[in-house]
């Protein structure tokens, strides 16, 4: 068994294990959240943008404009290309994986 469908997405796993981890994020104080959120932002912005917290919030800016964008793609006050894709993350030169 693979824990894949017949088109290959992954399949719906353990839902206690789903609902185990909904129990413990509740657990969690606000400011504990923010804590986990600020680790995982800077080691996002050491990963990818060699430590410019400037250059990752404009790319995340952009990023948001684009998506926010795409919600009205085929209304008619949708205007192609107002907010572009600001391209994949790339790995700094030199840096591991």
Do not use: C
Request: proline share 9%.
């Amino acid at each position: 068994m693979t824990g894949r469908d017949d088109r290959g997405r992954f399949a719906p796993g353990n839902p206690y294990a789903a609902q185990g981890g909904q129990v413990r994020a509740t657990k969690l104080s606000p400011d504990r959240r923010r804590a986990i959120a600020r680790l995982g932002f800077l080691a996002f912005v050491d990963r990818y943008f060699a430590g410019d917290r400037t250059a990752a919030a404009v790319w995340l800016g952009r990023l948001g404009a684009w998506a926010a964008d795409q919600t009205f793609v085929g209304s008619p006050i949708y205007k192609p290309d107002v907010y572009r894709h600001p391209g994949p993350l790339r790995r700094p030169e030199g840096r591991r994986p």
